[in-house]
């Protein structure tokens, strides 16, 4: 049987290890992963994940390694990420309420995600990688949260780093519009790594400044009560699995991300990082 991941990035640039730290461990590990983007068209490296001089303002630090910045130039001169499936082709747009038979468009939508949840069985999980890319077409992306939604359902592991874990939060039933991770431990990006200037992204000249949200208001509040938001500021790395989610906070997290991926899938890591 083949052992397969469905990856998801952005068509606005992707941070390099976040993508390269788990690809290469699940590789190595047997799986064979299947990219797809927004739109169809090759993904795309953010230039600083991928140089080792490059200064992160809140970390004080050099971010990229050489040794992570070498595997990521290499992983980018693949072919396999030559040709993702187009999301946008694949899954349907959910219709407004004002289109005409609204109530008939809305059942089609629903009967066609059905349909589509069957050819996700023959993925073992999800990776929405991070970067600043998913702000701008993944996070408030409704044809990801259906597509994170059928994975649900399923019971596959969702895995999620930096900016990706911030598509969690968002992805619910258009339904009972409940969080999905209501009641779950996560990580994610805390206010002390959030750029006070600076956020950019690829296919525009256009600086954000600071990111449009705070990840960690809005994990923390997805949570409820009965979960928990694990910012661990101060430590290396934060990896939190509470099952069907892994979740990483930032890039130092991407091998470590990578090494609990496997093990989730392979080793059947249930709980990990609280």
């Known amino acids: 049987m083949n052992k397969k991941i469905l990856a998801v990035l952005s068509n606005h640039g992707y941070w390099g290890v976040e993508l390269t730290g788990p690809a290469l ?13 927004p739109t169809g068209d090759r993904p795309i490296a953010l230039p600083p994940s991928y140089d080792p001089d490059y200064w992160d303002p809140p970390l004080g630090t050099n971010v990229t390694t050489p040794a992570d910045a070498a595997e990521v130039k290499e992983f980018m001169g693949r072919a396999e990420l030559d040709n993702p499936i187009d999301l946008s082709a694949w899954y349907p747009e959910r219709p407004y309420f004002s289109a005409p038979d609204f109530l008939r468009a809305l059942e089609a939508y629903n009967t066609r995600l059905r349909e589509l949840e069957a050819e996700l069985h023959q993925y073992d999980a999800i990776l929405l990688v991070g970067g600043s890319g998913p702000i701008v077409d993944m996070v408030n992306n409704q044809r990801v949260h259906d597509l994170v939604l059928g994975f649900y ?20 039933d258009f339904n009972e519009r409940r969080s999905i991770i209501a009641g779950k431990h996560v990580t994610g990006h ?7 200037d600076g956020t950019g992204f690829i296919g525009t000249d256009f600086n954000m400044g600071p990111p449009p949200y705070c990840l960690e208001f809005m994990l ?12 661990n500021f101060g430590k290396p790395t ?8 892994l979740t990483a906070r930032s890039l130092q997290c991407a091998h470590e991300f990578g090494e609990q991926f496997v093990n989730v899938l392979d080793g059947d890591l249930r709980r990990y990082g609280w």
Not at 190 to 196: A, K
Not at 238 to 245: E, G, K, M, T
């Open 25 to 37: 461990p699940l590789q190595r590990a047997g799986y064979e992963i299947t990219y797809v983007t």
């Open 153 to 172: 359902r399923l019971g596959r592991p969702i895995a999620a780093i930096c900016y990706g874990v911030a598509v969690l939060p968002m992805a619910r």
């Open 190 to 196: 805390c206010i002390e790594y959030d750029y006070h």
């Open 220 to 231: 923390s509040d997805a949570v409820g009560p009965q979960g928990q938001y694990h910012g």
């Open 238 to 245: 934060s990896v939190i699995v509470d099952y069907p989610f």
